[in-house]
């Protein structure tokens, strides 16, 4: 892998936020294509700093919490007071798991969360996961709100995981996929049922910035198919909508929305 020094550091710790564990160092340099000595130097020098460390009971490096602390004095400063009551509050009235996501570039990023459900089943996937757009509401929550063909260059340049790991009723085509985004485009949201993965269905709405219109998030709600089939979709969709007017408004006061 090709790159800058302070390019190959973030990937050494992008790669480490997967595995709370820890990794090898060799695991480290063969995945991410960098020479053992470099992988060890950048390494040695993110532990000077205090933000990876290595365990000493089997030598794996992990990340510190010094980057996590960083992330909650950012939350803290960046309007996640704002936007946190809109989402506990959908959660509430939805009794299903609540994500909001942040567009950047090519990229729809899952950020803040707020859980619903109370007992049962819990639908709660890591924040700080990119979107797929192929096969997942919020993505396809983004891509209506872009011409056809901006919308599978997108997902061209993200790739598409394994069909294997799909739900069922995933699209298969791209032809199947534009079918799904122009019903979200005449509803002014998206669901999928068994999608992404069998037994989960959700819904998501794209938050647009009230000056340029621009997509800048997408809010959604997930929850497994037996609370939520389709017909309990349609009925949370306004609550849905409602929310997404919300954080339309307050986003001009939170910098999760650049």
């Known amino acids: 892998m090709a790159g800058s020094q302070i390019e190959r550091a973030f990937n050494l710790l992008e790669r480490l936020t997967t595995d709370p564990r820890g990794l090898p160092m060799q695991t480290l340099a063969d995945e991410l294509d960098i020479p053992k000595s470099a992988t060890h130097r950048m390494l040695a020098e993110l532990i000077r700093l205090g933000y990876v460390r290595q365990n000493p009971e089997n030598s794996r490096y992990q990340l510190s919490t010094r980057l996590v602390a960083m992330a909650f004095r950012y939350l803290a400063s960046s309007g996640a007071d704002i936007v946190q009551p809109i989402l506990d509050r959908l959660a509430q009235e939805t009794g299903e798991l609540v994500r909001l996501g942040v567009i950047e570039g090519d990229s729809l990023t899952w950020i803040v969360k707020s859980q619903g459900a109370r007992s049962g089943l819990r639908y709660d996937p890591d924040m700080g996961r990119e979107a797929p757009l192929f096969y997942t509401a919020s993505g396809h929550a ?7 063909a901006e919308a599978l260059g997108l997902v061209e340049r993200q790739g598409i ?32 049922v068994e999608s992404s993965s069998v037994g989960m269905s959700a819904l998501a709405a794209a938050v647009r910035d009230p000056r340029s219109g621009r997509a800048i998030g997408v809010l959604s709600v997930a929850g497994p198919t037996a609370r939520l089939p389709e017909s309990r979709m349609h009925e949370v969709a306004p609550l849905l909508l409602a929310a997404v007017e919300e954080l339309s408004a307050a ?8």
């Open 161 to 192: 995981a394994d069909p294997a790991d799909f739900g069922p009723n995933a699209p298969r085509s791209n032809i199947e996929l534009l079918e799904r985004l122009r019903l979200a485009r005449e509803q002014g949201y998206a669901w999928v």
């Open 251 to 258: 986003s001009q006061a939170s910098e999760f929305f650049v």
């Open 142 to 148: 983004w891509l209506a709100c872009l011409s056809d």
